[in-house]
């Protein structure tokens, strides 16, 4: 098990992928032929819903089909898993979120997260982004977490866990390259005349980046190079002198 740091978050919320109702769902999902099957078949794209969710203000039924267009609402102990396309989302509970379509039906655009947290794996593709109250992410074929804090003004909180990002918060804009779990904070306000800041790897783990990529058939960076970095946000595989957190103040 990878080491990971919770902050409003319980070992639960970030060990979903160790329940036995998930690995029998993704079991059942990979069985059926994954997310390309469901596509084929217009079969229901969601592997795992335990709680109660809404999508468009309706209650959300295993069985149904998540379009992009789609707005979700997670309640108190829900937990949602789904894929989209070649992306995969796990939406946890007490969350809000619009999925805005693309240039076809299963492609996603853009992903808003008002409230709450969502760990996500996007397949290659055209430009998206991520956009939260504070921060907007613009994304390639990459894995990343995202959190909105609403009892710290919407601070947002979005970490790179591998691969290319443009990050950009009010006016500030870095280019994100990361192996190994690169974060960010999109502050409610300055820190120091900055609105885009270092921050640590919190509240998800290497186990569950992994498992969402492995349900549209892909692997993270860590799994491809075969070992792991030093997991202090600063995003690299190799921890080597004069290396800088590319948010940090100077650069």
């Known amino acids: 098990m990878s080491e990971h740091v919770l902050i409003s978050r319980s070992e639960e919320e970030v060990l979903w992928f160790q329940r036995r109702s998930f690995i029998h769902a993704a079991a059942a999902w990979t069985a059926m032929g994954g997310h390309e099957a469901a596509q084929a078949q217009s079969r229901s794209n969601i592997v ?8 468009n203000g309706a209650r959300l039924l295993p069985q149904q089909i998540i379009q992009t267009g789609d707005e979700i609402v997670t309640g108190p102990l829900s937990n949602l898993i789904f894929v989209l396309g070649n992306s995969s989302f796990h939406v946890r509970q007490n969350s809000r979120l619009k999925v805005e379509r693309g240039n076809t039906l299963n492609a996603v655009s853009l992903l808003r997260l008002l409230t709450g947290a969502v760990a996500s794996v996007w397949g290659r593709g055209l430009s998206r982004q991520i956009v939260t109250p504070t921060l907007t992410a613009g994304i390639r074929g990459t894995g990343v977490y995202t959190e909105v804090f609403a009892n710290q003004d919407n601070r947002s909180y979005f970490c790179n866990c591998y691969g290319t990002v443009d990050m950009e918060a009010r006016g500030d804009s870095v280019l994100s390259r990361s192996s190994y779990h690169q974060a ?3 502050e409610a306000s300055s820190k120091e005349g900055r609105y885009l800041t270092p921050a640590k790897a919190i509240n998800h783990t290497d186990e569950e980046l992994e498992y969402l990529a492995r349900l549209v058939n892909q692997k993270t960076a860590w799994q491809v190079m075969g070992k792991k970095g030093v997991k202090d946000g600063k995003g690299y595989m190799e921890d080597k002198p004069g290396q800088v957190h590319p948010a940090s103040p100077g650069n």
């Open 184 to 186: 960010f904070w999109g």
């Open 48 to 55: 795992e819903l335990l709680g109660d969710a809404l999508v």
